[in-house]
């Protein structure tokens, strides 16, 4: 009698990806300190005492290598702040990439600016074509650029061309704190760089944010907007009074100013965050070397002048994108948890530029939309391992390929 063979389990992956690895020691007795002191408002100081967020701004300002920093509530407020403090009022036109999550154009319109959304590539970065065409034809003069995802265009080609059209560059770092392009860090190309310290992001308080320049006047617009009260002697990483002087009356409060336990959080979490992002890196290639050369899959080399933060890694799915949320929900199935941004609706946290309509009617976009219909998403949480990462490679090879 024949033997009957036996079919192999299919492997499965465990981990979610959510779990963020837990704050360290340092960090929550920073975080009880402070809560056993009850002076939680950054404000809230007994003489002689420096608040943590004085504290943690200038300890992001030395390690950014920027002059000023101001710390906020969250990375859309950053770029509040940004957006105001340059002068964009309600109706003028800013330019931005069409491949963003939706707190850079969430921050756009709360500013009341009429967005210029411009094309992206194949490879996710905005398209330096599209741009000077668009700076030319629209008249803007703030763009409003997403490192999405971590992937930074060449800046220097975006200098040029902000030069030549007389344009502000703000940079959204929310995924690239600590990366680098040819050296410099990202959010120090332009007048301001914002930052985000929510969960997913590379330092984790929950919800908070920093935006960094090394202009005088901007830093005192922000520091003021943040919600000073006239308090800004006590900010370490700002300007002198004369910058306040000049600009004190013009600016609102806005009260989006981060709290003394996020800072302290922040500070002590800090001086672990270039080891961090080597780890990161070790995932990212990790998800490399598994999907190189898988079927129907294609990855990104990075440019070797590119210095990456790999907490997120990306891939195109090559086949007809209809057929690619049976993938998803095979890989799904199998513990491993993707986002496709071709979806023609919001999910979690991915959203496509067409669906914010709140910007009003834009003009299509058609390379943008090719690029995302095939365009996969994962977090790399330090939860994970290399191993972790080569068998989710693993499910997401095996899945693609049987369906292609």
């Known amino acids: 009698m024949a033997e009957t063979a036996t079919a192999i389990p299919a492997e499965v992956f465990e981990k979610p990806f959510t779990q963020q690895e837990p704050l360290s020691d340092a960090a929550i007795?920073?975080?009880?300190?402070?809560?056993?002191?009850?002076?939680?408002?950054?404000?809230?100081?007994l003489a002689g005492e420096t608040a943590e967020?004085?504290?943690?701004?200038?300890?992001?300002?030395?390690?950014?290598?920027?002059?000023?920093?101001?710390?906020?509530?969250?990375?859309?407020?950053?770029?509040?702040?940004?957006?105001?403090?340059?002068?964009?009022?309600?109706?003028?036109?800013?330019?931005?990439?069409a491949f963003t999550l939706a707190p850079v154009p969430g921050a756009l319109h709360a500013v009341g600016a009429k967005v210029v959304l411009v094309e992206i590539g194949h490879d996710w970065l905005i398209d330096l074509d599209d741009l000077?065409?668009?700076?030319a034809a629209s008249g803007a003069k703030v763009l409003m650029l997403s490192h999405m995802r971590g992937h930074i265009a060449?800046?220097?080609?975006?200098?040029?061309?902000?030069?030549?059209?007389?344009?502000?560059?703000?940079?959204?770092?929310?995924?690239?704190?600590?990366?680098?392009?040819?050296?410099?860090?990202?959010?120090?190309?332009?007048?301001?760089?914002?930052?985000?310290?929510?969960?997913?992001?590379?330092?984790?308080?929950?919800?908070?944010g920093f935006a960094t320049t090394d202009d005088?006047?901007?830093?005192?617009?922000?520091?003021?907007?943040?919600?000073?009260?006239?308090?800004?002697?006590?900010?370490?990483?700002?300007?002198?009074?004369?910058?306040f002087e000049r600009v004190k009356l013009d600016m609102p409060n806005l009260s989006c100013r981060m709290d003394n336990l996020?800072?302290?959080?922040?500070?002590?979490?800090?001086?672990?965050?270039?080891?961090?992002i080597e780890r990161w890196n070790t995932l990212y290639r990790a998800m490399e070397a598994g999907l190189a050369g898988a079927a129907g899959i294609e990855t990104r080399a990075r440019p070797q002048h590119e210095a990456y933060v790999g907490s997120s890694f990306q891939f195109h799915i090559k086949t007809d994108p209809a057929q690619i949320p049976e993938i998803v929900a095979a890989c799904g199935a199998r513990g491993v948890e993707l986002k496709w941004f071709g979806a023609d609706r919001p999910m979690g946290f991915t959203s496509r530029?067409?669906?914010?309509?709140?910007?009003?009617?834009?003009?299509?976009?058609?390379?943008?939309?090719?690029?995302?219909?095939?365009?996969?998403?994962?977090r790399l949480p330090l939860t994970f391992s290399p191993d972790d990462c080569a068998l989710i490679a693993r499910i997401i090879a095996e899945e693609t390929a049987t369906r292609l």
């Open 132 to 135: 000077d065409a668009k700076a």
């Open 29 to 45: 007795a920073a975080a009880t300190r402070v809560m056993q002191g009850g002076r939680l408002h950054r404000y809230n100081t």
């Open 353 to 378: 530029y067409d669906s914010w309509r709140y910007l009003g009617e834009q003009p299509a976009l058609p390379k943008t939309l090719a690029a995302l219909s095939t365009t996969i998403d994962l």
């Open 262 to 276: 996020r800072a302290a959080i922040l500070r002590a979490e800090l001086p672990a965050l270039d080891r961090r």
């Open 53 to 97: 967020a004085t504290l943690l701004e200038e300890a992001y300002a030395a390690w950014q290598g920027a002059r000023y920093c101001v710390a906020t509530t969250s990375g859309g407020q950053a770029m509040q702040l940004a957006l105001r403090a340059v002068g964009v009022r309600p109706g003028d036109r800013v330019l931005a990439n």
């Open 154 to 208: 060449d800046m220097s080609r975006i200098g040029e061309i902000c030069a030549r059209h007389g344009i502000r560059l703000i940079e959204d770092c929310a995924h690239t704190m600590g990366a680098r392009w040819q050296g410099t860090r990202s959010g120090n190309f332009g007048a301001i760089g914002c930052f985000s310290t929510q969960t997913y992001k590379h330092l984790n308080s929950g919800e908070g």
């Open 216 to 243: 005088p006047d901007l830093a005192a617009r922000m520091v003021i907007m943040s919600g000073s009260y006239m308090l800004h002697d006590r900010h370490g990483a700002a300007p002198g009074p004369d910058a």
